[in-house]
């Protein structure tokens, strides 16, 4: 095998035909294709005696559906079904799908479907030929290989089946679960076309796909681990090569790793590839969740055939006696939320759109992890997390009980997938070993390290189930409802613990938690309030409503008080909120705040001026809530935070009056509303009051109506329109035509004045790769080190060693840029082999130096653009003082540029030793038009000593 470790190379120039007019600057994508298919499918409900399979069968009464689809839109209370939470015959149906498909490829390519997840067993039919099945999980993806069943160039005929029937082998089934299994074509279903020498999915095996790890996590510095898997499913061996681009957030390329090696026939290579990040290097970490692109492009000799790209974040987390989670060598506290991934009426049938604008709402309200509770979630939810910083906490499809031996193969198997679908994202820190409530589970464990022994895994435990502490995995993961004891030396998280709008029962716990440094998370039950099924019982004495009531967000994901609280306590942005008439009330004021101080208001008069609650219960928090006891019955409140004794902010609040108007709104305005169905909209219609307020206790019906390129999601069986209001808010949900438009939504009710509002609608682009695809700048880095005959060069830099005036020009490697040194002085070279202390050593303990006057570095050859250069100027004779006494003159393009350097804060004393720093250097950036020399000329301003050049590193940055 020929192995080739590159520091940034040439740009990539060729493009495939199909792709290259849509794709961004340097993004190449071979062969590979990969088309949505959410939009334009027929659907039928329940199974046919005749199947649906043939080209020829006529599905022209079926309904027109797109994906993410709910094969049953359901009622806000579930239609009142009483079943319990086994839910053996409740939506436990078998859906078809069909639809007709031209694939634009040819005989040399492969073809596949690739799915999501669909509820709950596939099967599969191409042209009425079965293809196979996937019975294994509801919740994971998977694909099938199409290629011997497609008709090429030619329109072809898909028939899907999705079975959500009540199963015994697929998890969580056949037991009892506290949330909806739901079913249908519910995530995203794609068509994917490659090279037969391509990348292969990363669920096939343990070596598949794109592998990243990040073995060292330094503060400065870090190394990255890819491995990527490629097959040759050629009847010939495939001279193959690998270039990995690792891309800044900026789209720089600043690592190329280049491999070659011969696969033969029908077979499978996993390349391994490593590198360093020293410059340009960043942690991610929730506060700043920096993301690096890996860009893999797979070559057949020297053309390229296919690509990948995933994202990777550099984090190190450890749990440490004391201190908790520790995070790039840091304590850090977790707090955050369980998610349910379903929605009223809709169920799992969530848009992307969605997943994203969730994972925003708990970023915007401080929150750090999210626990998916209790089954794999969307890619979309996850990416969002990598990109907002938020850690994950994620498992398989399970809740309390399990079964036989080819159960437990299944989900294992659903794990592995899970795992390896997701085990690149950074936001992941913990997978589920447990089954919830009853402990960790011995084969659960060991597939996950098995897997990824990379991160933590938990327990999902209770206090009245299993072991009191982490048992055979990393973390106890408890649930804690009722004030439970710690564990006497494991590391806890309380994975879920009771929420109340007002915030206090979140306070107590929280709190609770904090105050032992073996517990370092705390995660509400729950997120956003969701529907379920009855207890395991056999009276009419339903224990539970459909939905739950204790989120931070409502069902609809509206928030409630308690998110307040949650901002207050975790953004460091001032704020100080009175909770609306849900939680302020019974004679309490809550008021949630940063602010050292808050004063509260009563139509102008003074009520008091108080510190933060000074409960035992909340002791450990770093912004308990304010309390006010007033009762407050009528007028304006008005609270002020203070701290250091100045004003900070303030927010107003009027007690709610009698229902005057309506506002309608969309819940996301921020993002493209694609046409077609697959994306859809929440409506919320809030009545107000004369002052605008919500009138948490109104009991309106809210009728809407639409107009324009859109539609209402209801078919008039799950009382969506009229809607019922919930503390003060109705809504539904409305969903694009094919042609794109304008859509306007009136909201009305009897006696109240209507509101309405507009949204746009834009055509939905299918080519997902042209929707991801980002530029790639590759632009060569030249890194020269510059020393006399013996000089010890830096790793990975290019040697420039000289002696005499001979010596004083050189050209760089990548780019045929000729350097030329000169001076008004005599030119001396140092490099005797000794060394000095510090970061790049190498390059400051030699170089060329002058007695007195100027060096000058010209450029020429330069290509056209924009560049940064960094300069090394560390003076290896002790005739002179380590300062930023230099001065730089920049003559380019646009004219003649002269500054004092003052890139070191901090002189430096020791001529052999930079310490942890690096040898003094000069930054500084030109322009090149492509014709004409850039020069710049170095002068020492200190009357007395040597000015030296020990290296440089050159860069194009536009």
Known sequence: MKIKFLIIGLLIGHFNFAQSNNLPKGFEAGDRTKTNLNLGWKFHLGDLKAKPTSINFDDSNWEDVSVPHNPQLVSYE??????????????????WYRKKLKIEANTSQKIFLEFEAVHNATELWVNGEKVGNYAVNGYTPFHFDITNFVKFGQENTIAIKADNTYNQTIAPDPHRTDYVKFGGLYRDVYLVTTNKLHINFNWENFDAGVHITTPTVNKNNGTVTIKTTVKNENSTDKNSKIVTNIINKDGFVIKKLISEVTIAANSSYTFRQSATVEEDYHLWSPDTPYLYRVNSVIYNEETPVDFVENKFGFRKF????????????EPLFLVGANRHQSYPNIGDAVPNSFHYNEALQYKKAGMNIIRLSHYTQDDAFINACDELGIFVYEEPSTWIEWGDDTWFENLEKATRTMIRNHRNHPSIIVWGAGINHRGPVPRMQTVAKEEDPFRLTASASAPWDGPKNEGITD????????????????????????????????????????????????????????????????????????????????????????????QSELVKKPIVHIADETASKDGKVRVFSNCQEVELYQDGTLIARQLPDNDVTKTNLNHPSFTFKHNWKKGTLKAIGYSNGEKVTEFTRQKEGKPHHIKVEYNITDQPFYAGGSDIRLVYASILDENG???????????????????????????????????GVAAIYVKGTNATGTITITAKAKGLKSGKATINTVKFNTNEITNQAQPIFDYPIERVDIGGDKQLVQFEWQEWTGNSKNELKYNLKETNTQVEISADQNINWLGNGTSMIGDLSFVGTDGVFVEKGEITLKLTNLKAGKYAIE???????????????????IEDVDGSFTRTSDDHIVNYYDNSSSGERKPISIQSTFTSNGSEAVTLKFKSINAKGTLWLNGFILKQIK
Do not use: C
Request: hydrophobic content about 35%; charged content about 20%.
């Open 78 to 95: 579930l239609d009142s079904i009483k079943e319990t939470w086994v839910q053996e015959n409740y939506l436990r149906d078998i859906s």
């Open 475 to 566: 973390v106890h993961a408890t649930m804690d409802y009722r004030r439970t004891e710690f564990p006497e030396s494991a590391f806890t998280m309380v994975m879920e613990h009771g929420s109340s709008p007002n915030a206090e029962v979140n306070q107590f716990h929280i709190s609770r938690y904090k105050g032992n440094k073996n517990n370092f998370a705390a995660i509400t039950w729950l997120g956003a309030d969701y529907n379920h099924l009855q207890p395991d019982i056999n009276d009419d004495q339903w224990s539970r409503d459909f939905m739950t009531t204790y989120g931070v967000l409502s069902p609809y994901r509206v928030p409630k008080p308690v998110y307040y609280w949650y």
């Open 871 to 889: 300069t090394f100027h560390h003076a290896r004779k002790t005739d002179i003082k380590l300062t930023n006494d230099i001065e730089v003159t």
């Open 693 to 727: 307020e919500v009138v948490t206790t109104t009991k309106n019906e809210v009728q809407f109506s639409i107009s324009g390129a859109g539609e209402i999601i209801d078919n008039g069986k799950i009382y969506a329109n009229p809607a019922l209001v919930y503390n």
């Open 318 to 329: 450890s749990l440490e006696k004391g201190k908790g989670f520790v995070l790039n060598g």
